[in-house]
C-alpha cells in the first residue's frame, strides 16, 4: 500500500514555499479568540509569517503600514477548526468497510484502497476548504506516517498527527492487506512488538480497539492494554483509546487511556467514572454522527447539509446510490429516519461530561461509510449542540479541544505566538453553530486561502 500511495502522483501538490514574513491583518472583525473569555468586538488580528503577533481591540493595535488588510467588517474571526478522529484509509464511500458491509464482488478492497490512494490530494484539500485546518488520522495503515509527511510539506493540507495500526484482540479479516489498518494481537509480548514497531516510526499517538470478540469479556484483553499503555508512555507517545461501552471506557481509564475515542453509548455515565476523567485529564472525542450517517446512507435516506453537498466528494457520494444495484435481499430494510442517529445515552453522556468540565474535543469520524472527508465536522458540530452544549463551547471543542488532542500548544487558540490557523466567517457562530461554515477565509500558517477556490486544479 505504501508503494500505491507513493505512486498516486501526490508529489505534484502544492509545496509550503516560504511568505518572506508576509504581514496580514484582519481588521475589524470580532473575534473568538478560543481561550474562552467573550468575543473581542471591533478586533485586529496581526500576523506576521506563520504566526500571531497580536490580537485586541482595533484601537490598541498599531497595524504595519505594509500588512495585507483583510476586511473583517460584520465578519466573525475563530480558529481553525480541528477534526479530532479521522481515518484516511477510508473514503467515506460505500466500499470502504467490507467487515460492516461486504461489497467486495462489486469493489474489491483492494482497489478501494488504491483508489482513496489517488485522490488523497484532493482529500487533504477538502479539509482546508471546510476550515479545518488540522486533523488526528486515529488510525490506520503503515502508510499513515507517509501521508502525514507529505501533507507537512503542502500548502493545502490540513496539519495532521497520525496513530499506526489500531491494536485488537482481533484482524477484521475483511480488512486484510499487506498493511493493514487493524492488527490483532494475541500476547502482551505480541502488543509490545507492534507497538515499539510504530514507535520507530515517531506516531503522534498509538491507538487501541478495545472491543470484545466472541466469546471474551474485556478483562482478557486488559495485559494487552496495560503494556500498550505502559510501553507507549515509556516513549512519551499518548494512547487513544476506542470504547464506546461504559466498562471498556472505565477500564481504559483507570489504564491511564490519553483519549477516549467515541461516544459512550451503551449506559449513562456515573459519577465516579466522570471524576475518574475529570482527575486524570483524560479527553472525550465525540463522533455522534458517524452511527447517523451509516443508518442514512445503508437505509437509502442520506441527509446531506449545504456545505457537505457543495464541498464532499461526489464520487463518494454517487457511490451511495449502488445499494440500488442490490437485490433486496443484500440491503437493509428502510426505516424511518426518527430512528437514526447517536443513541441517547451518548446524548446524554456528552452533556453530563461536558457539564462536569471534561475536556471535549469535537470528532466526526470521516472516513467511515457517509462520513465525508473535511464537511463532516461541520454536522458533528450541529449535533453537539443538540446534546445540549451551547455554541461557544462546541466551539472550544471543536478549536482548542481538538489542539489538545494533538498536543501541540501552538495550535487551537488565537494568541500572540501562535501558528496563525484561523478562519474568517461571514456570520455569527454563537447565534447559530451552522454558520462555522459561512466561510470567508482560510488562513493557514498565516496564508489567507479563499476557500471558492484554494482546491482549483488539485486532483
Same mark, same amino acid.
Given at each position: 500500500?505504501?508503494?500505491? $500511495? ?203 480497539? $478495545? ?141 453530563l461530561l461536558h457539564e462536569a468540565g471534561v475536556v471535549i474535543a469535537a470528532g466526526s469520524d470521516a472516513g467511515n461509510i ?51 490557523? $484561523? ?37
Amino acid at each position: 500500500m505504501s508503494a500505491a $500511495f507513493a505512486a498516486a502522483g501526490l508529489a505534484c501538490s502544492p509545496a509550503v514555499t516560504p511568505n518572506n514574513a508576509t504581514r496580514v491583518a484582519v481588521v475589524g472583525a470580532t473575534v473568538i479568540d478560543g481561550v474562552g473569555g467573550p468575543p473581542i468586538s471591533d478586533a485586529v488580528v496581526l500576523v506576521e509569517g506563520e504566526h500571531i503577533v497580536e490580537v485586541g481591540p482595533r484601537d490598541e493595535i498599531s497595524i504595519p503600514i505594509d500588512a495585507r488588510h483583510i476586511d473583517g467588517r460584520d465578519r466573525w474571526v475563530i480558529p481553525g477548526l480541528v477534526d479530532a478522529h479521522v481515518h484516511f484509509f477510508q473514503s467515506g464511500g460505500l466500499y470502504t468497510r467490507p467487515d460492516v458491509i461486504d461489497l467486495r464482488d462489486l469493489r474489491s478492497y483492494e482497489r478501494e484502497q488504491e483508489w482513496i490512494s489517488a485522490r488523497m490530494d484532493r482529500t487533504l484539500c477538502r479539509y482546508l476548504e471546510s476550515g479545518v485546518t488540522s486533523v488526528v488520522d486515529a488510525g490506520g495503515p503503515t502508510w499513515n506516517f507517509d501521508l502525514r509527511a507529505h501533507a507537512d510539506a503542502t500548502l493545502l493540507a490540513p496539519r495532521v498527527a497520525v496513530a499506526g495500526p489500531l491494536v485488537s484482540p482481533i484482524t477484521p479479516p475483511e480488512l486484510e492487506t499487506d498493511d493493514p489498518p487493524i492488527v490483532g494481537v494475541r500476547s502482551s509480548e505480541e502488543a509490545r512488538a507492534l507497538v515499539h514497531s510504530q514507535i520507530a516510526r515517531d506516531p503522534d499517538f498509538v491507538k487501541i480497539w $478495545f472491543i470484545t470478540p466472541p466469546g471474551r469479556d474485556f478483562d482478557s484483553f486488559m495485559p494487552i492494554v496495560q503494556t500498550v499503555i505502559g510501553e507507549s508512555h515509556a516513549a512519551n507517545v499518548p494512547v487513544v483509546v476506542h470504547a464506546t461501552q461504559l466498562e471498556a471506557a472505565r477500564l481504559a481509564v483507570d489504564a491511564g487511556a490519553d483519549v477516549l475515542a467515541h461516544s459512550i453509548t451503551d449506559r449513562v455515565v456515573d459519577d465516579v467514572f466522570i471524576a475518574a476523567m475529570g482527575g486524570r485529564g483524560v479527553i472525550y472525542t465525540t463522533t455522534l454522527l458517524v452511527s447517523r450517517r451509516y443508518d442514512e446512507v445503508l437505509h437509502d435516506r442520506p441527509q446531506l447539509t449545504e456545505i457537505e453537498r457543495r464541498v464532499g466528494d461526489p464520487e463518494v457520494i454517487d457511490s451511495w446510490r449502488d445499494l440500488e444495484r442490490l437485490p433486496p435481499t443484500r440491503r437493509p430494510p428502510r426505516r424511518d429516519l426518527a430512528t437514526f442517529g447517536p443513541s441517547p445515552q451518548a446524548m446524554e453522556n456528552l452533556r453530563l461530561l461536558h457539564e462536569a468540565g471534561v475536556v471535549i474535543a469535537a470528532g466526526s469520524d470521516a472516513g467511515n461509510i457517509g462520513t465525508l472527508h473535511g464537511p463532516s465536522l461541520h454536522r458533528e458540530l450541529e449535533l453537539m449542540v443538540e446534546a445540549g452544549l451551547d455554541p461557544m463551547h462546541v466551539v472550544l471543542a471543536a478549536t482548542r479541544g481538538g489542539a489538545l488532542v494533538i498536543g501541540d500548544p501552538l495550535l487551537g487558540t488565537l494568541e500572540s505566538g501562535k501558528i496563525a490557523d $484561523f478562519l474568517v466567517l461571514d456570520a455569527n457562530p454563537l447565534e447559530n453553530i451552522e454558520n462555522t461554515a459561512r466561510i470567508h477565509r482560510v488562513i493557514k500558517g498565516g496564508i489567507p486561502l479563499d476557500p471558492d477556490d484554494l482546491c482549483a486544479g488539485v486532483e
